[in-house]
Structure formats: C-alpha cells, structure tokens
C-alpha cells in the first residue's frame, strides 16, 4: 500500500473504531439483566386505536389517564400532508387506519368539531366514507352497532368442519390468518354487541354510497371475484339452515383450538389482532372476567402496552428473540472480550427458548419433522419460524468454538426442523411447509391478500446461509434446489423482493449473505446483477435507502428513498458478503454511518424498515437502526484489518 494511501485509511480506521466503540456501549447499557435484548416494535396507528375500541367493547372502567396518552400518541400520527393516518411514517392515506383512530379518538372523548377530528372525517369522506373501510374495519364497526353485519362476508364457524382435501381449510392458510380468524368465526356468527357504555358510533363518517361485499383490492382475480361472490350469496342465505347441532359443534371445534393454543400471558399467536379476537371470543361465550382462560388472554393484550411520560401505545407483538439473536450476531463481530461476554449471555437466554416438545401447526404438512425451532416473541411454541431460528443457529454456531458443546445440540435439533420445512419448490416460507394455495387470496375477507405463508427469498436466503454455514455442500439436494429457488426469484435487474423486511434492499442484502457463505462470487452473473444493482441504487450521500411504497402491487422494484441506518447497513453488508469490501461503495457508505451517528452512539431512524404484510402493515423496529450499523462497521473493520476476503459466517 502506498503511503499516501496509509495515511488516508488511518483516520478512516480510527474513526469507525470510535463508532463501533460508542454504538457497542449503547447496545451493553441496553441488554437485560437476564442477557436479552427487546426494543418497541411499532405499527400504525390502528393497534393503538383497536385496544382503545377493545376496552370500551367490553365495558371495562375508564381508564382516563392512560386514554389521554394512546390519544396524545394517536393525534401525533396524523399526517399534515393528507388529514388522515398513514400506514408508516410519511405513508399516504389509509382508509381503514383513518377511520380506526377517529373512531377511538372519538370514544376517547375528543370533539368530532375539533380542527383535527373534522380534518379527519372530511378525507375519510373523499376516499368514499366509512364503506370503503377493508373487511376487518367494516366487522370493528358491525360489532359497535356502527355498521351493518350484512356488508361482511360470511365465514361460517362450519369452517372448522370442513375436511381437509376441502379447498378452504383452516389448515391451508397462514398461521398469522389462522390465529385471528378462528375466534373470529365465532364472533361473525354470534354477532354480539359491544357494550360500549358511552353509545358511541361514528354514523359521521359513512356517505350512503352502496358497499360491494366482495373484496376490490386490486390482487383479486375477476373470476374468482365471481365465484366466491356466489359462494358467499349462498352461505349468507343459507346461514339459518345450518342444523343448530353442527353451529354449536363447530363453535365448540373453535373455542378448543384457541384454548389449545391461548399460549399463556404471551397470547394466541403472540400477535395483538388474535389475542384480542380471542378475549371477545370467550367473552361471548359467557366466560366471566376472572375465568382462567378469559383472564390470560386479556392480560396478554395489556402486555403489549408501551408507556411513556405523555404518550402511550399498543404493539402488534414483541420481538426479544429476533432482537436477541441479531444483537448477538453485532456483538460477536465486535469482538472484544466484553461483546463476546455479552453475545454468550444473550445466546444463554435463548437455548432454552428453543421449542423441543410442542407440535404446531406446522406438523400438519410435515408430521415426521421432530421440532426443534425458536418463535419471534417471548413464548409462541405452536408457531416457532424459520427466519429466528436460522438467525440463532448461526450465532450459535459462530460462538460454538469459545463455548465448547453446550450449543451443538441445539444447533443439531434445528438444523433437522430447518431441513424438514423446505417446501417441495426448494425454498422456505416463514412458520410452514407449501402454504401457497394462491386461490385463497381471492377470498371476500382476504382482501389485504396477506392470507399466505408461501416461501420468499429472505427466509430462504437465511436458511441457505444457515445451511452454508454449517458446511451443507453447495451440490447436494437440498441446496441445489434452494439455490435454483432463488436464482429463479431474482429481480431482472439484480434485486430480491424482501417480503420481511423494506424491501429490495432487504431481500438483496440476505440473498447475497447466502451467496457469499455458499461460495459464490462476483463471477456467477446471478451474484454480479445483484452487486451492481445495489451500488446503482445508492444515495449521492453515500447511504441506502428505499420507502415502503416499494411494496405497490405491480413490484416495480425499488423506490428512491432517503438514506437510512438499517438499509445502509444491509447494504453494506451485503456487498461484504461477495468481496466488495474494498469497494469505493462500501468506503462511502461506512463514511454515510459515521457522518450520521449521533453523540449517543445511536443512529435516529423514524423511517420504518420492516415488513408486516406487503401494502397493509408495516413495521418500525427500534432496534435495527442500533444493532445492524455496529454490525455492518465492526465487520467492515475487521475484514479490511484481516485483509480478507470475505467473512466466514452467514450473515
């Protein structure tokens, strides 16, 4: 190296060892006593606003002081720009989500003259009123006597009998749809009443403008828009013949699935939609407020509460595995013996989380799999997935050699289940095995079309690198099929769709992780358009970036974004992944981070950088604008110390 060129380097050098340093004490001070890590995870405003309409539902006692801050967070959320609620921050105009929080806004206690209320009713009323809510507000609504029943599709409790060559079968959707529709097969054909002591309704908010049941969302197919607009005339009309014998056993089939699977004070599914379905369920049933079963599940919804001084929020569900094991993966490339001590901790906390003698419902299409993965959240055992658990095997195998055996076990009974749940395509969907019955998307209540688990290129780039990294040969089977998977899911410009995460860059950044620990360099064209793509889309400042709109339903591909810490950092790593580290993009992109690290050692990111379900709910992490720029420097430190190549892990 020339001399010049040393002296240019020693600062660069110094300064990101400095910013490691100061981002690695952020995230020491932030561990758990215990050894975890779990930061907010943020939706839109619709959770907050569902738990307000949850607890005047039930008729609970007012809880006025902890109302007045979901209220201060809720009018904080409303966008200048459009009068109504976004689905992320800076998102255009959602109907559903708008008509939610004016709802709870309202049942709050906020005048509907109020400059923020009228605002409000006035763009609901542009995008065609109350009626153009999606199928779960218009059953949110029915339940308050604030809307007709009749304007919901028919889902009959019938459902749970159906066998299971039956074309619509619990079975063969999502384990996210499953969750929240099983209470709700109850709620549909009881139709209960909120108890709603205020009376409130937003009568307001509706234009007279007549409702189409079957859903309009542009991912529907005429045909079967036909179809199942008949299917639906039929069930509707039918629906008082059903021998009052079968509604009272499929009814019974409904409330012990859920109770199988109410998974203690974590709830059904650990996700807040299914836990509060699963409360109104047993509330309809006649359970009292202090049955057990009633009881836990109402106390799982009040868990996901986020409190601060003057505002309050709800989430979706918590993420402490999934925090934990990319945390672990930061400290592990920071290196020092006291990120290492750390990374040890976490990775104590999360064996026993393993789930090893719960069969969920993931057993349904592969019942010889033994199980032996981790869940998302704290405890969700009928449901582990397959992107934690090869993100913790990963970290798991990387400290295997300072920890001696203790993990390999672990790592052995995941590395079965992994394998196990390769769908028949050779790729990986998130909780199951083939759940890709696309027809179901058409149904009148799918119309978010997120009623599936198919496989996506993110989870199945993380189960190639964690396959990679265990010494899986890139010629057996099972890679074969999965590389061939992924070759074919590639963009035509170089990118992958990320389904998990915003968006392109996401998916780009895990596929090449794979690539690279698989062996396969710049020189394969599949990894070169990849490459080339990501330094194409990178900002004049040096950083990535790339909104949510990605998401539209024609995938146009990437969006031209601000530059964000996460999608930098992805990025970054990415290229590293396939020996782009001495690259003129990798050096502009390390200088991006540490121009924009504040003094606290911490990256502000509002910007949400997370994937619920495509174009209908997304999600802010708070943690990966900590863990993944120490990540993505401390590895561009270490490679350029060591002169390698590329790094030896799969992520």
């Not at 619709?46 to 309409?53: K, M, R, S």
């Not at 970290?395 to 055996?405: I, K, N, S």
């Not at 964690?466 to 992924?486: F, H, V």
């Not at 999608?567 to 290229?575: K, N, P």
Request: with cysteine; glycine share 8%.
């Amino acid at each position: 190296m020339e001399p010049n060129e040393l002296a240019r380097e020693a600062p660069l050098r110094d300064a990101v060892e400095a910013a490691i340093g100061r981002g690695t004490q952020t995230l020491f001070a932030e561990q758990q006593e215990d050894g975890h890590w779990v930061y907010e995870l943020e939706a839109d405003a619709t959770i907050p606003a569902e738990y307000v309409l949850l607890r005047h539902y039930l008729g609970e006692p007012v809880d006025a002081a902890l109302e007045a801050r979901i209220a201060t967070y809720l009018r904080r959320r409303q966008s200048a720009e459009h009068d109504g609620w976004p689905l992320y921050h800076d998102g255009g105009f959602d109907i559903s989500a708008t008509i939610k929080a004016y709802f709870a806004l309202k049942m709050i206690g906020d005048d509907v003259d109020a400059p923020h209320m009228a605002r409000a009713r006035a763009a609901i009323h542009r995008a065609g009123g109350a009626e153009a809510g999606n199928v779960f507000t218009r059953i949110q609504l029915a339940l308050y006597g604030a809307g007709p029943w009749d304007v919901v599709p028919t889902i009959p409790p019938e459902l749970m009998l159906a066998p299971r060559w039956f074309p619509v079968h619990i079975e063969k959707i999502s384990y996210w749809a499953r969750t929240v529709v099983v209470p709700l097969l109850v709620l549909c054909a009881l139709k209960p009443r909120a108890r709603n002591p205020k009376g409130v309704r937003v009568d307001e908010l509706f234009s007279g403008n007549p409702v189409k049941l079957t859903s309009q969302a542009a991912h529907v197919h005429q045909g079967w828009k036909l179809f199942f607009n008949g299917l639906d005339f039929i069930l509707r009309h039918g629906d008082r013949l059903w021998p009052k014998f079968l509604r009272r056993k499929a009814i019974g089939l409904c409330e012990t699935w859920v109770t199988e699977r109410l998974n203690g004070v974590d709830g059904l599914g650990a996700i807040y939609p299914a836990m509060a379905n699963s409360v109104m369920m047993y509330d309809v049933l006649g359970y009292p407020e202090d049955h057990p079963h009633r009881a836990i599940a109402r106390e799982s919804v009040e868990r996901l509460l986020v409190l601060k001084d003057d505002e309050a929020y709800c989430q979706p569900c918590v993420s402490p595995v999934w925090d934990t094991a990319l945390a672990a993966h930061a400290m592990l490339e920071v290196g020092s013996e006291e990120a290492v001590a750390r990374a040890h901790k976490a990775l104590d906390w999360l064996r026993p989380r393993q789930v090893l003698d719960v069969v969920g419902d993931w057993a349904d299409q592969r019942p010889d799999v033994r199980p032996g993965g981790w869940a998302f959240q704290y405890n969700n055992d009928h449901y582990p997935d397959l992107d934690d658990t090869a993100v913790v095997v990963m970290a798991m195998d990387r400290a295997a050699g300072l920890r001696g055996e203790a993990d390999r076990h672990a790592i052995a009974r995941a590395t079965e289940w992994v394998e196990g749940l390769q769908s028949h395509d050779g790729g990986w969907g998130a909780f199951d095995a083939d759940n890709d019955k696309e027809y179901l998307n058409n149904l009148p209540f799918a119309d978010h079309g997120a009623l599936l688990d198919p496989p996506t290129a993110d989870v199945s780039a993380r189960c190639v690198s964690m396959l990679a990294q265990l010494g899986e040969p890139i010629d057996s089977p099972r890679m074969k099929a999965a590389l061939a998977w992924l070759e074919k899911e590639q963009e035509a410009e170089g990118s992958w769709f990320g389904r998990w995460g915003v968006n392109y860059v996401y998916g780009t950044w895990s596929v090449l992780c794979a690539l690279g620990r698989a062996g396969i360099d710049s020189a394969n064209p599949m990894v070169a358009r990849a490459v080339n793509w990501l330094k194409t889309i990178q900002n004049p400042d040096g950083g990535w970036g790339e909104s949510c709109d990605s998401y539209a339903l024609d995938r146009k591909g990437h969006e031209d974004f601000r530059s964000t810490a996460s999608q930098t950092a992805w990025a970054l790593l990415g290229l590293m992944a396939v020996g782009e580290t001495h690259s003129p993009e990798v050096e502009r992109g390390v200088q991006w981070l540490l121009a924009n690290q504040a003094e606290d050692g911490l990256w502000g990111q509002e910007v949400y950088t997370g994937g619920g379900f495509p174009r209908v709910f997304y999600l802010r992490y708070h943690g990966y604008p900590r863990y993944f720029p120490v990540w993505a420097l401390a590895r561009y430190r270490n490679l350029t110390k060591s002169n390698a190549d590329r790094p030896a892990w799969g992520m």
